[in-house]
């Protein structure tokens, strides 16, 4: 009789509300730990995203890359466009020639990148 007490007391307590309590309890704190722990879905998410941003900076990197292999090719295989570039960036000369710079004004900078507005007319015919 004492065993089957003991299974009944067994039973009882798989049907109480503290066995509920502390099931729902454990279910909760992995619920969390799955969401928001360090390999939770949310870091997950983040960690996707910045590996997205990176390989955009990687495809670009490349691009650039690319860009500047060609450039140095011709640098190297073309004397004309080395001396553009130097001509360029480094403002050289030859003998006896002048270099002219043109500022332009800021305020016409500033007025040509705005777009045009139309003024009002008053047609009253």
Do not use: C, Y
């Not at 065993?3 to 969390?32: C, E, V, W, Y």
């Not at 360029?88 to 777009?115: G, Q, S």
């Amino acid at each position: 009789m004492s065993k089957q007490n003991n299974l009944k007391d067994k039973i009882h307590f798989f049907k109480s509300r503290g066995f509920l309590l502390l099931i729902a309890l454990i279910a909760l704190i992995l619920a969390l730990a799955f969401l928001f722990g360090d390999s939770g879905i949310l870091e997950l998410i983040k960690v996707r995203k910045q590996i997205a941003e990176l390989r955009e900076t990687v495809k670009q990197l490349e691009t650039e890359k690319e860009r500047l292999t060609t450039e140095i090719e011709q640098l190297r295989n073309n004397p004309m466009t080395l001396e553009k570039k130097a001509r360029e960036d480094l403002w050289l000369m030859k003998k006896n020639e002048k270099v002219v710079v043109i500022v332009r004004d800021k305020n016409k900078k500033e007025e040509e990148k705005k777009p045009e507005q139309k003024q009002p007319t008053n047609d009253t015919n």
